[in-house]
């Protein structure tokens, strides 16, 4: 029997896909790119410098590429192979469990790997200007590989052990945010409390956050012995997540039978989740008399009390601070990051959500199924966008207050005029944007649930254009206007302010009044077309049509010379 024969045939399935290439080329390019616009924003500062500021950009854009890569790469992989009942039936081979989990993390992660390995090298192009010495860029391309290996096992860890997606991408997620931020933050709270040193350290060292900061000379010469235990323990952690997939997935994809003492936990989620069957046939009921989508998108009473509990969090943040430092927590740079903070939640929360529905039911089979019915495109559109109103048209309303309460008080706390006015043009910008934000991530992510290939590519397409679109274009911007400024001109920060609304005004009503366009238009022959993949580039531009026409014309040709 060949050793590892899965991994044997996804590599050869994978290394013939188009994406395999583009992904490694696009790679490459984006740290280019990113590295190009440190370089060119920073010209007029000293070498060293402006080659430390480079490695910064180039290292910092490949750590988050690497620590995200789990999210949609393998935290559904395993998942996806429950769902559709195909992990079943290679447990009837000879397969163990380590054949298919490094089999399936072969196929999702060589896009991933490759990246990596394209990017790594360009970490080197600072040490031409000097001021990064050849000790940081080992380090931190050891970083880097070591970030990747820990968030592709975790999460295919966390896919070994659910059968949701959204539970596996929401888990991996929370996992990556308690190894990066959440333990760290735990540690520098213990040092405030003047707890053993030797606590607040072990908690720094799981992070990659820590391992990240300390490849860096300034803080590696009084933390080299950290480092090193920190990147091994990370590695370590990779290849225990690796273990405990291959030993969950022989036994997590059978379905578990009832216990005898009562019911299954299963049982009283779905309990709390959808409540008792009377308070179901009521909420149904009203439901149903609106919008018979709209009780389908809405059937979880849990959703909206998520996005709330997300606001009493930041609640709860705040009346610790009060009454740890009374009125010194009230300052404007608390209240400037409260909002953005909540600005930022919000907007992920409906990008999330906006095509959810429509992305399970067309993962699912279950959308021909409802177009076969009385309902109609419009009744479809309308009923998630019920089902949306009640999720977030309340905590969107207490997002907007608290700007309003945050900006007099901003405004009692500064004493410049032209902070001032700064400040209000950057809260009433932050409020127009995040109602059009809002509009927008609701049609494009009901585009992308219908267009693209699972959940995750969905939301991520609908953030990639309606919240960082606009950031680029800024980015060019400021890069344009730091080579206007050679010639002695400054721009003024409300000026930058109204251009980036704009530009986001802009991006919001050109792609949502298209996705809406097209939603109206093209949703039945969307949905029709769901194992039909999509055209290639040259083909979107150079139609079969075009090719059959011409290979015609060419043939009639050579015959008349013949």
């Known amino acids: 029997m060949t050793f590892l024969p899965i991994v044997a045939r996804e590599l050869r399935v994978v290394s013939r896909r188009q994406s395999t290439f583009w992904g490694r080329a696009s790679a490459a390019a984006v740290v280019v790119v990113v590295g190009a616009w440190s370089f060119l924003m920073n010209a007029q500062a000293p070498a060293g410098t402006v080659a430390l500021r480079l490695f910064g950009m180039m290292t910092g854009s490949a750590a988050l590429y690497c620590l995200f890569s789990g999210l949609w790469s393998t935290a559904d992989c395993l998942s996806r192979e429950k769902r559709e009942g195909t992990l079943g039936l290679l447990f009837l081979t000879d397969l163990r469990g380590y054949d298919v989990v490094l089999g399936k993390l072969a196929a999702t992660s060589l896009n991933a790997s490759y990246g990596v390995l394209a990017m790594v090298p360009m970490l080197a192009v600072p040490l031409l200007l000097g001021g990064v010495t050849a000790g940081e860029v080992g380090r931190m391309a050891l970083v880097i590989l070591d970030t990747l290996f820990f968030s592709l096992t975790l999460g295919i860890c966390v896919s070994a052990m659910s059968r949701s997606a959204r539970k596996a991408v929401v888990a991996t997620l929370l996992m990556l945010l308690l190894f990066t931020l959440i333990l760290p933050i735990c540690s520098v709270w213990l040092d405030y409390l003047v707890r053993p040193q030797r606590v607040t350290e072990a908690l720094l060292l799981p992070s990659p956050g820590f391992t990240f900061a300390a490849a860096f000379d300034a803080l590696y010469k009084s933390h080299s012995e950290g480092f090193w235990w920190s990147l091994g323990l990370i590695h370590g952690l990779g290849w225990v997540f690796l273990a405990t997939a291959s030993v969950a997935a022989p036994r997590s994809w059978q379905d578990k039978p009832a216990a005898a003492g009562g019911p299954r936990w299963g049982q009283h989620w779905e309990l709390w989740v959808f409540g008792e069957a009377s308070e179901r046939l009521a909420f149904r009921r009203r439901l149903l008399d609106e919008n018979a989508y709209f009780w389908l998108a809405a059937r979880a009473r849990w959703r909206p009390a998520l996005v709330w509990a997300a606001l009493g969090m930041v609640a709860c943040v705040w009346a610790w601070g009060l009454a ?141 254009r309606i919240l960082v679109l606009p950031w680029l274009g800024m980015a060019l911007a400021l890069l344009i206007l730091a080579f206007a400024s050679a010639s002695q001109y400054e721009p003024q920060p409300t000026r930058l302010v109204a251009l980036w609304l704009a530009l986001g005004i802009t991006t919001d009503v050109g792609f949502g009044a298209w996705a809406r366009h097209r939603l109206y238009t093209e949703f039945r022959q969307t949905a029709a077309q769901r194992y039909t993949p999509p055209p290639g580039f040259w083909k979107r531009w150079f139609p079969p049509r075009i090719g059959l026409h011409l290979s015609k014309k060419t043939t009639t040709l050579m015959t008349g010379c013949s």
């Not at 010194?328 to 930022?344: A, D, H, R």
């Not at 009744?379 to 907007?400: D, H, N, S, Y």
């Not at 992510?445 to 219908?450: I, S």
């Open 324 to 464: 740890k430092h009374q009125r010194e927590w009230l300052n404007s740079v608390n209240y400037f990051f409260t909002c953005g903070f909540l600005n930022l939640l919000i907007k992920l929360c409906v990008a999330a959500e906006a095509g959810r529905q429509l992305a399970e039911d067309r993962q699912a089979g279950t959308l021909e199924a409802l177009l076969s019915t009385r309902l109609s495109v419009r009744e479809i559109l309308q009923g998630q966008f019920l089902a949306l109103q009640r999720q977030f048209l309340g905590p969107v309303a207490a997002t907007l207050a608290a700007f309003l309460v945050c900006l007099p008080a901003t405004l009692s706390d500064t004493l410049d005029e032209g902070s001032r006015a700064m400040c209000v043009w950057v809260y009433v910008a932050a409020m127009i944007s995040l109602a059009a934000d809002v509009a927008a991530l609701h049609w494009t992510g009901m585009w992308q649930a219908l267009t693209a290939r699972n959940p995750q590519r969905a939301v991520i397409g609908s953030m990639a």
